[in-house]
């Protein structure tokens, strides 16, 4: 069965330091990997994904993640970190190739700090 | 373009009473899930529809939970009898596809009391 672990579930950093959330995940044959931000009240929002290709993905509001298979992670990065930036972060992934069921991790609060 | 609405926002019932949840997607998706948020945790798929097929629903616990999705567009979620575990937030997304990321609507709060 596929799993997503996010080991923090708090990250603190002070603004304009970089960022880093963590994720590793577990699946059978290549993965399909994603992020979402959740804004308190708010539903989630897509942040970037993995598919194929390049390594590095760009995706929203200056985030970027790094897919690495062999230590089969997928970690959120950000060179300057916004106090806006406050959030909850979920990392999920799913099957390529294969079932669609994706399966999310428990989440990371995200606290910048001013 | 209009995101995933989702009603009611806000649900309180007692225990062994019924409870349903609508959602509209964004037109043209035709991929659709519920999720099911504890307190705490990520989210949890419950159901996933293709147009208004079930594509797999095998963590909807289906003694008291049912969905559907009339015409491949609108969707409910059925609660039928409610139990206190199943307090949560239930969220409802839409995705062209099954690989592609998903939208999310701004989830039924439900309390069960």
């Known amino acids: 069965a596929q799993s997503v672990a996010q080991p923090e579930d708090q990250v603190n950093v002070a603004e304009g330091n970089p960022l880093t959330v963590k994720c590793t995940y577990s699946?059978?044959?290549?993965?399909?990997l994603f992020w979402y931000v959740q804004y308190p009240n708010r539903g989630l929002q897509f942040l970037l994904k993995y598919i194929t290709g390049d390594n590095l993905v760009k995706g929203s509001y200056g985030f970027e993640a790094e897919f690495n298979k062999s230590q089969t992670s997928f970690h959120l990065k950000k060179p300057s970190a916004l106090v806006s930036d406050s959030a909850l972060y979920f990392c999920a992934v799913t099957k390529g190739g294969g079932s669609y069921i994706p399966t999310f991790g428990r989440g990371t609060s995200l606290i910048v700090h001013p | 373009e209009a995101g995933v609405a989702q009603s009611p926002r806000y649900k309180i019932i007692e225990k062994r009473q019924s409870v349903a949840f609508w959602c509209n997607p964004i037109s043209g998706h035709a991929t659709l899930y519920w999720y099911q948020q504890i307190l705490g945790q990520g989210p949890k798929l419950l159901i996933q529809?293709?147009?208004?097929?079930?594509?797999?629903d095998s963590q909807l616990p289906k003694d008291r939970f049912s969905a559907e999705r009339l015409k491949g567009v609108d969707s409910t979620l059925k609660i039928q009898p409610a139990k206190l575990e199943d307090s949560a937030v239930y969220l409802c997304?839409?995705?062209?596809?099954?690989?592609?990321?998903?939208?999310f609507g701004q989830g039924t709060r439900l309390t069960v009391v």
């Open positions: 529809f293709q147009n208004n097929g079930v594509v797999d």
């Open positions: 699946v059978s044959g290549n993965p399909y």
């Open positions: 997304a839409s995705s062209l596809g099954r690989q592609i990321e998903a939208f």
